[in-house]
């Protein structure tokens, strides 16, 4: 049984680019949440969604951040234009509930130079 | 979000030694969930126990629960090499989703 799936696993680029990163949740899980880990702010939920509908946007740190989930088996976080301070891992995690037990990816290391 | 606070943050203990870690929160709570993080890897779900629970077992895994207190620690009997990794805890509370701590790093040596 395939497990939360995030592309890409690394990603380098310049700062001011546009940053895609991409979520696929277990089949049959109905929300799904967006982390980013620093060492210095330890685990951090960005948004979280419920049957596709965001429905906690509050740690998503400025316009720059957006997340998308067209449909049950996709999600994606863009930042537009990107900044080293978003240097980070960020996690794509799936649940059948907002406090059930998450499955999480393994993440996008993310350096942006 | 305000996190669950975890001691000690770092452990270091011999293998076969138990390890002990402790996690607190300021709100109530629906449960209590431990994951843990290899080093490179997403968290892992270990257990959940709920807040009607004291005690749960799973393998080498225990956790127990003081709603009185606010606190919950996971302890890791005859601990092997493997088990060194990062622990979290976790709680749903008022905010019905995942609050984790700041995280324990434990380290097992062999």
């Known amino acids: 049984d395939a497990g939360v799936i995030q592309s890409p696993r690394h990603e380098v680029t310049e700062m001011g680019q546009e940053v895609t990163l991409r979520c696929k949740p277990i089949?049959?899980?109905?929300?799904l949440f967006w982390y980013r880990q620093t060492m210095m702010r330890g685990l951090e939920l960005l948004i979280y969604?419920?049957?596709?509908?965001?429905?906690?946007d509050s740690g998503m740190p400025e316009d720059r951040f957006s997340a998308k989930m067209p449909n049950a088996s996709f999600s994606t976080l863009k930042i537009q234009p990107s900044e080293p301070r978003d240097s980070a891992v960020y996690f794509c995690a799936s649940s059948l509930g907002e406090d059930q037990p998450q499955h999480f990816g393994d993440g996008t290391r993310l350096s942006i130079l | 979000s305000q996190q669950g606070e975890e001691d000690p943050q770092a452990l270091s203990i011999q293998e076969g030694e138990n390890a002990t870690m402790n996690c607190s929160y300021k709100t109530s709570i629906n449960n209590l969930q431990w994951y843990r993080q290899n080093s490179g890897r997403g968290l892992v779900h270990l257990i959940l126990i709920r807040s009607n629970e004291r005690e749960k077992h799973s393998g080498r895994l225990r956790v127990t629960l003081d709603t009185s207190k606010k606190s919950s620690s996971l302890l890791i009997t005859a601990s092997r090499a493997a088990d060194t990794a990062s622990y979290f805890c976790?709680?749903?509370?008022?905010?019905?989703?995942?609050?984790f701590g700041s995280g324990t790093q434990l380290t097992v040596l062999p």
């Open positions: 089949s049959g899980h109905n929300s």
């Open positions: 969604f419920n049957n596709n509908v965001p429905i906690d």
């Open positions: 976790a709680y749903s509370g008022s905010a019905r989703q995942l609050t």
